[in-house]
């Protein structure tokens, strides 16, 4: 049997997705699209938490892409605990948000 992991979601990334909500609210079918892709690959996270690679500018970070949209997460080995950090649009200035100088 496989082992299953708990998720815990982040306040940060509640917060990420009530901007996302608002910033699509003229687009309800994008929203119902991005919001569908997300629920469906998170909830696919508890059996293959590693199955999304490492974020290359902050390694301590796995990253999901949905669309124009990036989740960021943290699978702990140690604890099985995957930690949902973040959900950003990609096109805005990512290193800023994670404190990377340029």
Known sequence: MAQIYKIQYLST??????????DLQEFPEMAARIFFKLDKILSSLVLMPKMFPMYEDFPIFRKIIIENYLVFYIFDERTGLIEIHRLLYGGMDLQSRFGVKK
């Open 13 to 22: 990334f509640h917060s990420d997705v009530a901007q996302v909500e608002i």
